[in-house]
């Protein structure tokens, strides 16, 4: 069974920056094996696709929301991907969560409040 924990989230101003992270575990669990995704959820909203990374971090994807802002990364060797959130805007206001898929497996998220 696979754990995943996000954790760096918090209150930041408008045009400030974050870095969340989430640490995967689980016996048996091969983290390099896995597409990694970042989803999040504002208030009151549908739950969206944010950022993915394929497992050896040579292909990410992005929401057209948060191009050039986002930067999705792993580190295999750390069991951990992680999202750098750049140029941060009152609209990325949500709970991010971080994933794959293929596993149907997500954390609890972290709350990410952008807001003067």
């Known amino acids: 069974q696979v754990q995943l924990v996000e954790s760096g989230g918090g209150l930041v101003q408008p045009g400030g920056s974050l870095r969340l992270s989430c640490a995967a575990s689980?016996?048996?669990?091969?983290?390099?094996?896995?597409?990694m995704t970042w989803d999040r959820q504002a208030p009151g909203k549908e739950r969206e696709f944010v950022a993915y990374i394929s497992t050896s971090g040579d292909i990410t994807r992005y929401a057209d929301s948060v191009k050039g802002r986002f930067t999705i990364s792993r580190d295999n060797d750390k069991n951990t991907a992680y999202l750098q959130m750049n140029s941060l805007k009152p609209e990325d206001t949500a709970v991010y969560y971080c994933g794959s898929r293929l596993l149907d497996s997500w954390g609890r998220g972290t709350l990410v409040t952008v807001s003067s």
């Open positions: 689980g016996i048996g669990f091969h983290f390099e094996a896995y597409v």
